[in-house]
């Protein structure tokens, strides 16, 4: 990747943000309450958004060997389970970034 | 901003510093991991301004996604900020130029701290809300710069570290697990992804597209069972 290109990727991350976070306003700032609609996909869809990333970081699991879903499936209960224990963001996080970082380099 | 209204808003802001300082140091630490230099974690952290859209930044640099890729997932990973924006349309009214600054800056963090807090007697109320956003703006790019800097003297074996965007992912999904009355979506969202990942494969992510709009047709379908199970929840917790 070159740096031009990194550099507009990140400008487009920049912009793309921006807009996210711009629409309501440009929508709906001067003029009453948006579509139902629109509220009913904004409580519900990033549930659902949340759960498909999860599924996007592990798409490149394959089960050819244990070393290729092991530490992911292993690293990732960690955290749940650390999370839902503890509560703390950075503890989960942290936490087990390292086991997983352990655990293919050191153990599959 | 003055000093006064900037001392006012800062013990409010402490919590956000702790978390910031931490994703930020993680964030650029993975930025050092994949060999850019800190002035680009600082610059990111400065235009972009978003924790979980930089962690996924991070993986799409690594594997230099195409530019059209590259804004479908920000804008699906963002989502969740049309949200936001609704419930601050009355309070950023009359902030003149500050307004445009606090949209740019409406993160999670800062928009739970603007929708729970307000301003102690005598402070400027728009310019309390405006010092909240700065200081937790200056607090992730400070956090960035730091791992970045971190990352790039201290050389440990950094393989695996991109785990931390997967751990962030379910430390959110947990969260929203626990303050959601429907667990439906979520397994939806799963379920739905699962499926068109192992029909299309993974390929640049592109089995998001197909999910995504699968997702919000299905969630369109259910939306009369859910808003009816939503207002039988309500009732129930009245009654208790």
């Keep these: ?108 | 901003m003055s000093r006064k209204t900037l001392a006012a808003a800062f013990p409010y802001t402490l919590p956000v510093l702790m978390g910031y300082l931490s994703i930020g140091i993680v964030f650029g630490w993975m930025m050092a991991a994949i060999g850019y230099a800190p002035t680009w974690a600082a610059a990111m952290s400065a235009a972009i301004y978003a924790g979980s859209g930089q962690y996924l930044g991070v993986d799409l640099l690594a594997n230099a996604t195409p530019l059209a890729d590259v804004a479908f997932l920000t804008l699906i990973i963002n989502f969740r900020h049309l949200v936001y924006g609704l419930s601050m349309l009355e309070k950023f009214k009359g902030m003149g130029w500050r307004k445009l600054y606090m949209i740019f800056s409406l993160t999670d963090e800062t928009y739970a701290l603007l929708a729970g807090v307000h301003p102690p007697e005598g402070v400027d109320e728009k310019g309390f809300y405006f010092s909240i956003a700065v200081l937790d703006h200056l607090y992730w790019i400070g956090g960035s710069v730091l791992g970045a800097v971190a990352g790039s003297l201290i050389t440990i074996n950094t393989e695996g570290i991109d785990f931390a965007m997967t751990a962030l992912f379910i430390v959110i999904a947990v969260e929203q697990w626990r303050s959601a009355r429907q667990h439906l979506p979520a397994l939806l969202g799963a379920g739905v992804t699962v499926v068109c990942l192992l029909l299309l494969g993974q390929e640049n992510g592109r089995f998001l597209i197909p999910a995504l709009v699968l997702m919000i047709i299905l969630l369109l379908v259910l939306r009369p069972s859910l808003e009816r199970s939503d207002k039988t929840d309500e009732k129930g917790v009245d009654s208790v």
């Design chain 1, 1 to 108: 990747m070159t740096p031009l290109r990194a550099a507009a990727a990140i400008a487009v991350m920049a912009a793309v943000t921006f807009l996210t976070r711009a629409l309501p306003f440009l929508l709906f700032g001067r003029k009453g309450n948006p579509p139902r609609v629109v509220l009913y996909l904004g409580k519900y869809l990033p549930a659902a958004v949340i759960a498909m990333l999860i599924v996007y970081c592990f798409r490149s699991v394959n089960f050819q060997a244990a070393g290729n879903w092991a530490p992911a499936f292993i690293a990732g209960a960690a955290v749940a389970v650390l999370h839902i224990w503890k509560r703390n963001n950075l503890l989960s996080i942290v936490g087990g970034t390292i086991l997983y970082m352990v655990l293919v380099q050191a153990v599959f």
